[in-house]
């Protein structure tokens, strides 16, 4: 499809069935975003990166969902098939409201890292709206794709050139979800672990070619990203990704876990946990297992934080919350708090946690009441509600 005008976020409606506008980040930042593959097999890395850039007035703006394939893929994972062509004539052009690839903004004392994982089902590109927003604030946010079978789909490219494709794979017939799970979640952790080695070889000035034409290096990060600050964030699956993660790996100051899928996460390994976690939850969704498993570590380390944004759904934290129209009822993606001001409260929440853990010198802790649960459609801890695991 063609795409929409560059200046535009919102895409044409087709007869009432949608709309989407994805916002610009708030933050004194512009926000540029170049995807990057390293390795040619699928132990390598594929991420969406999203950092401060310099202004370009007229700049080329990303497709939010990068091609075809990933309609296909999204659709049959809903279980909604049918709904294939209409997301693609929908939404297939849409456009993320930031710079393809802009020219990359310097900063000498450097930016801190954030590693985000995705969602089961999901991909690089589908926490577009918190990862900009984060990153007009001065982080550099890396979006994993991960080769675990748990996106949707995802892909990697051969030594010749070819496209090795990595589909959705369900739970084996005979086998313990559990088991399954387990197994990705590890996986999926040790890929947040790459990433950060990535950086590190970046930021030594080792050079990290991708494996995609882009015309975007990782060595323009080289000086400008400060390695003592990193931290791991992701939703749903990804969420208990990001708790893993600080097991596997010291350098992770702390984690940011969106709605965290804690079924996943084996027994054994909650005393492990060493960093402080802001766990931000859906109204609608966690169970009281899961959230007893969050306590845990609460109970643990007493800067773990759990709060809950009222009038939210799971899928209040990703892109899907903009939609509007037809495709919103169809996949039940908005809750009844405004998308907009959902957004605003898990990113200040996500700033002023980070900025007490990687020792920040912002004002983001004008923000820490959002930690401790107080505000506006916020409340402290996790009240059960219905689930809809």
């Not at 790996?249 to 084996?266: H, N, T």
């Not at 959230?291 to 570590?297: D, E, N, T, Y």
């Not at 990703?318 to 001001?341: E, Q």
């Not at 605003?344 to 983001?364: P, T």
């Amino acid at each position: 499809a063609d795409p929409l005008p560059l200046s535009s976020s919102v895409c044409s409606s087709m007869g009432g069935w949608q709309s989407l506008a994805l916002p610009e980040g708030k933050g004194p930042h512009s926000v540029g975003c170049a995807d990057l593959m390293v390795g040619n097999t699928r132990q390598g890395l594929f991420f969406r990166l999203f950092y401060p850039c310099e202004p370009q007035a007229g700049a080329e703006q990303p497709l939010w969902i990068p091609r075809d394939d990933y309609c296909r893929a999204l659709a049959s994972f809903t279980h909604r098939s049918w709904t294939a062509p209409l997301l693609r004539a929908a939404i297939g052009s849409c456009r993320v409201p930031v710079s393809w690839k802009g020219p990359f903004k310097p900063c000498s004392r450097g930016y801190p890292l954030i590693i985000f994982s995705h969602g089961l089902g999901a991909f690089r590109t589908l926490y577009s709206s918190v990862c900009s927003e984060l990153t007009s604030w001065g982080f550099v946010v890396a979006a994993l794709e991960h080769r675990d079978h748990s996106a949707s789909i995802t892909y990697f490219c051969t030594e010749t050139g070819q496209e090795e494709w990595i589909p959705y794979q369900q739970v084996p017939q005979g086998q313990k979800e559990f088991h399954f799970r387990k197994k990705q979640v590890h996986q999926r952790a040790e890929e947040c672990v790459r990433a950060l080695r990535l950086f590190e070889d970046v930021g030594s000035g080792k050079s990290v070619p991708s494996v995609l034409p882009e015309d975007f290096s990782l060595s323009v990060l080289k000086g400008s990203l400060d390695l003592s600050r990193v931290s791991v964030m992701g939703h749903s699956f990804g969420g208990v990704t990001a708790v893993l993660a600080l097991v596997k790996e010291p350098s992770f100051r702390c984690a940011v876990a969106l709605d965290a899928w804690m079924f996943p996460l084996e027994n054994a390994l909650y005393p492990e946990v060493p960093k402080p976690v802001l766990f931000i939850n859906a109204e609608r969704f966690q169970t009281p297992d899961s959230v007893a498993r969050m306590k845990r570590l609460s109970s643990r380390n007493s800067q773990t934080k759990i709060i809950t944004v009222l009038g939210s759904v799971h899928h209040s934290h990703t892109d899907f919350a903009f939609l509007t129209g037809k495709l919103n009822r169809i996949f039940g993606a908005r809750g009844t708090l405004d998308p907009y001001k959902g957004l605003d409260i898990v990113s200040r929440a996500a700033l002023a946690f980070l900025q007490r853990h990687l020792n920040l010198e912002e004002k983001f802790d004008q923000w820490d009441d959002l930690v401790e649960g107080i505000g506006d459609s916020v409340v402290p801890e996790a009240p059960f509600c219905r689930s809809n695991l």
